[in-house]
């Protein structure tokens, strides 16, 4: 029995250190999912100012070809050099707003991948839950078969053979008397 009390009791301490480790293991999840919200913001910011870029890009190529047609070259050269920055800029945008969505995809991944691990945990944790409680309800069911039950056959018995014993005695003493 002493045994089987340890066993409970390291049991019962290692069920709550794994739920001490699967409330960690959520709240780091908590903080992933923070990070990848802002990494959205960030991205959506990013395709915003990208869709304006190219915006601006369109309407230089408007006031370039309204400058050309006027034959003044002036501006369009100052129109032209415009639309080499706004390129430049794009491509910069560009570039970045790629990197952000393949950040964002890994950050998804690593955040499902974190949170199958997290639900098998938890269901490994169920399951031993439901094993330890078995074992508890057996303890039980064992020490009530062992303990309750032999004192009591142990006292019927006595009295059984204290009562055998009484009439034969009563026995003896009709055939005595």
Same mark, same amino acid.
């Given at each position: /029995?002493?045994?089987?009390?340890?066993?409970?009791?390291?049991?019962?301490?290692?069920?709550?250190?794994?739920?001490?480790? %699967?409330?960690?293991?959520?709240?780091? *999840?908590?903080?992933?999912?923070?990070?990848?919200?802002? /990494?959205?913001?960030?991205?959506?910011?990013?395709?915003?100012?990208?869709?304006?870029?190219?915006?601006?890009?369109?309407?230089? !190529?408007?006031? *370039?070809?309204?400058?050309?047609?006027?034959?003044?070259?002036?501006?369009?050269?100052?129109?032209?050099?415009?639309?080499?920055? %706004?390129?430049?800029?794009?491509?910069? %945008?560009?570039?970045?707003?790629?990197? /952000?969505?393949?950040?964002?995809?890994?950050?998804?991944?690593?955040? #499902?991948?974190?949170?199958?691990?997290?639900?098998?945990?938890?269901?490994?944790?169920?399951?031993?839950?439901?094993?330890?409680?078995?074992?508890?309800?057996? #303890?039980? %069911?064992?020490?009530?078969?062992?303990?309750?039950?032999?004192?009591?056959?142990?006292?019927?018995?006595?009295?059984?053979?204290?009562? !055998?014993? /009484?009439? #034969?005695?009563? !026995?003896? #003493?009709?055939?005595?008397?």
């Amino acid at each position: /029995m002493a045994l089987f009390k340890r066993f409970t009791q390291n049991a019962s301490s290692n069920n709550k250190e794994i739920a001490q480790l %699967l409330k960690s293991l959520e709240e780091e *999840i908590a903080k992933i999912k923070v990070e990848a919200s802002k /990494m959205e913001a960030a991205q959506s910011r990013t395709k915003r100012e990208l869709d304006e870029c190219r915006e601006e890009i369109r309407k230089m !190529e408007n006031y *370039i070809e309204h400058a050309r047609n006027s034959g003044n070259t002036e501006s369009e050269r100052i129109f032209l050099t415009k639309k080499a920055s %706004l390129e430049e800029k794009e491509r910069a %945008l560009q570039s970045s707003y790629d990197a /952000m969505i393949g950040n964002g995809q890994n950050m998804k991944q690593s955040q #499902e991948m974190l949170l199958s691990k997290m639900n098998e945990l938890k269901s490994r944790k169920d399951a031993i839950d439901i094993k330890l409680e078995r074992a508890k309800i057996q #303890e039980k %069911l064992n020490e009530i078969n062992t303990g309750t039950f032999s004192e009591l056959e142990e006292k019927v018995n006595r009295r059984l053979d204290l009562a !055998e014993a /009484m009439a #034969e005695l009563n !026995e003896i #003493e009709k055939g005595n008397l």
